[in-house]
């Protein structure tokens, strides 16, 4: 006997947050589309991760159902596996779960099983867009490096256009043909407003970039706080056309941790230039839009009267972050500007903003 099956492995993505950690709901969920697409349960549990998080097993007469989820990032992760030359059972289940569980995107891959897998290596990484509606892929000419760190998948291509390209878990961070581009994007208010430089702080910024940038503009002391110090290896190393010899500089100096826990109000900086993620989702334990809000309320804490801080916000065409980093600023801040530049890299404009820590 050949053994048979259909197996989906989907993605939901900005599902409704309030049933991603009510176990009890999403057992509801599954033994409903389970009776409804004709499946047989023989037994499901749960369990309820801390802080937050779930992952409940169906086990069904055709074979199982295993869902995931991701409150914070508003994710869930889906396996369902039927024991059946058909896949209709298998395909009416998902769409019972998309129905229920109302993502605003998906990603699906169907695998016949019984039938040889083929593994195959190519020579394209692809960004994940979900947010703003698409994916980027890009050519990989040669792959220069690719390791995991201690908390991320780090890789550098050679790519025809762009040059040499830093990606952190797939997502593009930075390419040699326009890094300058989003670095003077984000410098350029710092330096225009005439803000003291005497003491700036720049979170994240681990390829140099920033670093190089302000470094023209004279300042007095540059402190960057950056998590992974093998990102920062591997820009020296790989990169030195972007950072050129900005690690060096006697101005600068590096911390190696998290800045949640380097901004504790003792530094008092001119301006702080925010070069971090707005999606921590993938280690944080808490909702991202409180986590931001603790991080600005911290950086705020950590800035003079008067100064100012500049920050990369999201593509122009994701609304959601957009609506959560406007609100974030305008809370704690003064003088709140955003603007756009095309980064060719990242195929779309992309949004900065500045403010000011002025008393109110």
Sequence with gaps: MKPMGTQILAEFFNCSRDILN????????????????????????????????ITSIAVISESHVAVHTYPEARHVSLDIFTCSRSSQATRKLLLFLQEKM???????VEMSRGNPIDVVTTNWITDDNSAIGFDVRYHIETEVFSQKSKYQDIRVIENQSFGKMLFLDNDLQVAEADAKFYNESIVRPLVESGVSLDYVAILGGGDGGVLYEILKHNPGRVALIDIDEDVVSVAKTYL??????????????VFNCDVIDFLDGSHHFDAIIYDLTMHPESYITMDWEVYLDQLFVKMKGDLKEGGMVTSQCCSILDRDTFRVVRKILNRHFS??????????????????????????
Excluded at 28 to 38: D, K, P, S, V, Y
Excluded at 102 to 108: A, F, K, Y
Excluded at 240 to 253: L, W
Aim: hydrophobic share 35%; net charge negative; aromatic share 10%.
């Design 22 to 53: 009510d176990h009890s709901v999403i057992e509801r969920i599954l033994r409903e589309g389970i009776a409804a697409c004709n499946l047989t349960m023989v037994s499901l549990s749960s369990h309820c991760y801390e802080p937050i998080g």
């Design 102 to 108: 109302r993502p605003g995107t998906t990603r699906i």
């Design 240 to 253: 030195q056309e972007i950072c050129h010899n900005a690690f060096d500089d006697p101005r600068v100096e």
């Design 335 to 360: 003088e709140v500007k955003f603007f756009n530049t095309y980064i060719p890299s990242y195929c779309t404009t992309w949004m900065f903003a500045s403010c000011r820590n002025n008393a109110r």
